[in-house]
């Protein structure tokens, strides 16, 4: 993604952006930022509104400056407020919290304003946190054994204690969700989400618009179950300012909660108390995106395309509307009113140096190419030096007696053009750029050629196409090719729609040894425990 899309990280020098790892960007106008480097230096820049960029004072920062406190700490994740209070989690799962406190949202005990990261203790200390969410003035974190910890504003009951009065100190949140582990929590302004290891979801807080989902628009003090969703396995939740969106493990989209600016994607304005599925006809959905700072939503499809809808740069799109974009962080660093991050910026360093780009104009270049691979009639130029560095089996192809090793013309008819092209094209670039539809033929190949990289990147291609009709073939597929990645996936998948799954024809044609392999993987994932 190109970062410069963000206004306050187009201030910064480039060599410095191909450095970072992380990032966050934050505040009422989008203009504060908290940066990780790969170094693990962490550096603040922006308006520093209420000591929010944790230097150590209230002076703005036009250029980055280094946050010596969390420097070193191994920063995994940060989550940010509207009142302009940040926390931040180490990989060894330490809390930090800084910034504006006037509703103990640093959970340490008082109201004091704090400049500097401080290390969150009491019932957090010796616990792993892995996740944080921030909401108007109130946060939540979840640690590496599924227990939710709330804290700050409560007068919605947001932080999920029975009462509306406030917490200045962690607490685990136990009515509901206190005996199940929970993968997932997410924060709307004045809402808190969690969402458990068995798919189902339950919300609490403020409900005036009916961000709870439960079917009325009362506060809950304590977790509830999201209604509607009850045949569904969540796999992603999260909110918007006053909207929540979930997706299920079949690509389903569903929406609830305020639908003023059409944030819920349902081509009006009405609320909806519960959640309704969103435009079912775009296809299968891999992942949302919402912010609690903002009415506008996003997802991306099965195929890489990005939709958008809600408030968008001030006009209000009430259905999902396609994006040129590739990435869902573009939708918020373009659309977005405030133009803020909805999750961590996440990157490794990439960067496009004139060798890179060299390399790939060099691809299927006539001219420089010394070798031409015929694939259904299409050619192919390559250059046999690269391959030869690049892949062991052309190593081979080339350095050893085979019959190709002297040919310019090299005939192919094991493989298709696209998938051909794909794997030639990878090993010029890195990148993968295949449908869907011909992932199975990549995998194939990779397989095939001992490429364990591109094997597990074809995996991951494959689970988006995961279904309860074609589970059953892609389980056959993936104990064919060892891809254990995708043979794990497949059979949680079939877990969670067994009935279904074995009255498929595809399953009723899987050979009897692989059945009664399916059946016993199944059967000790708890398939069969009721």
């Known amino acids: 993604m190109d970062l410069t899309k963000w206004t306050v990280l187009s201030l910064i020098d480039s060599k410095f952006l191909r450095n970072l790892k992380l990032a966050v960007i934050f505040g009422n106008l989008g203009s504060e930022v908290i940066m990780v480097t790969l170094d693990d230096d962490v550096y603040a820049m922006g308006c520093n509104s209420s000591g929010c960029l944790g230097l150590g004072d209230t002076a703005s920062a036009l250029q980055p400056r280094k946050i010596e406190s969390l420097s070193k700490k191994k920063i995994k994740g940060l989550a940010y407020g509207s009142g302009l209070h940040l926390l931040a989690f180490s990989d060894s799962g330490e809390l930090y919290t800084w910034g504006y406190n006037t509703y103990s949202q640093l959970g340490n005990g008082n109201t004091n304003h704090t400049l500097i990261p401080s290390l969150v203790g009491g019932v957090l200390a010796g616990k792993t946190v892995i996740q944080v969410g921030c909401g108007n003035h109130h946060c939540l974190a979840l640690t590496s054994e599924g227990e939710v910890y709330a804290w700050g504003q409560n007068n919605g009951g947001q932080c999920g204690s029975g009462t509306t009065t406030g917490q200045s100190v962690p607490r685990r949140v136990t009515s509901g969700i206190g005996g199940h582990k929970v993968v997932v929590i997410a924060c709307g302004q004045l809402t808190s989400m969690a969402l458990l290891h068995d798919g189902e979801l339950y919300g609490w807080g403020y409900n005036g618009n009916g961000e709870l989902g439960i079917g009325n628009n009362n506060n809950q003090h304590n977790p509830v179950r999201v209604s509607n969703l009850h045949k569904a396995f969540v796999t992603q939740i999260v909110c918007g300012f006053a909207h929540c969106l979930a997706l299920t493990d079949q690509g389903e989209l569903y929406?609830?909660?305020?639908?003023?600016?059409g944030q819920l994607g349902t081509g009006y304005k009405t609320h909806h108390?519960?959640?309704?599925?969103?435009?079912?006809?775009?296809?299968?959905?891999?992942?949302?995106?919402?912010c609690h700072l903002s009415h506008i939503s996003a997802a991306m499809l099965h195929d890489g395309k990005i939709f958008m809808w809600g408030h968008c740069r001030g006009h209000s799109i009430f259905s999902p509307s396609l994006t040129p974009y590739t990435h869902l962080d573009e939708v918020f660093a373009c659309?977005?009113?405030?133009?803020?991050?909805?999750?961590?910026?996440?990157?490794?360093?990439?960067?496009?140096?004139?060798?890179?780009?060299?390399?790939?104009?060099?691809?299927?270049d006539e001219s420089t190419g010394d070798i031409c691979f015929k694939v259904g009639g299409?050619?192919?130029?390559?250059?046999?030096?690269?391959?030869?560095?690049?892949?062991?089996?052309?190593?081979?192809?080339?350095?050893?007696?085979?019959?190709e090793a002297d040919q310019e013309t090299v005939e192919i008819e094991q493989f298709s053009y696209p998938v051909y092209y794909c794997f030639l094209k990878y090993l010029y670039t890195d990148e993968v750029d295949l449908p869907v539809d011909e992932a199975l033929g990549l995998l194939d190949l990779a397989n095939a050629y001992c490429e364990t990289e591109l094997k597990s990147r074809c995996q991951h291609l494959i689970r988006q196409s995961v279904n309860i009709e074609n589970v059953a073939v892609l389980f056959e597929t993936s104990l064919k090719y060892e891809a254990q990645d995708l043979e794990e996936y497949c059979l949680r998948f079939a877990v969670h729609h067994l009935t279904a799954v074995v009255q498929t024809e595809t399953f009723l044609k899987l050979e009897e040894a692989t059945t009664k392999q399916f059946i016993v993987r199944v059967g000790r994932m708890g398939?069969?425990?009721y």
Not at 255 to 261: D, F, H, L, Q, T
Not at 273 to 285: C, F, H, M, R
């Open 378 to 403: 299409n050619s192919i130029w390559v250059h046999k030096a690269i391959l030869k560095i690049r892949c062991q089996y052309y190593r081979a192809m080339f350095q050893h007696p085979w019959a």
């Open 335 to 364: 659309y977005s009113t405030p133009a803020v991050t909805w999750r961590t910026l996440q990157f490794r360093a990439r960067q496009d140096t004139p060798l890179a780009e060299t390399l790939r104009l060099a691809f299927n």
């Open 273 to 290: 108390l519960s959640p309704v599925i969103v435009a079912p006809e775009l296809g299968k959905v891999v992942e949302i995106a919402a």
């Open 527 to 529: 398939a069969f425990r």
């Open 255 to 261: 929406a609830w909660g305020a639908n003023s600016y």
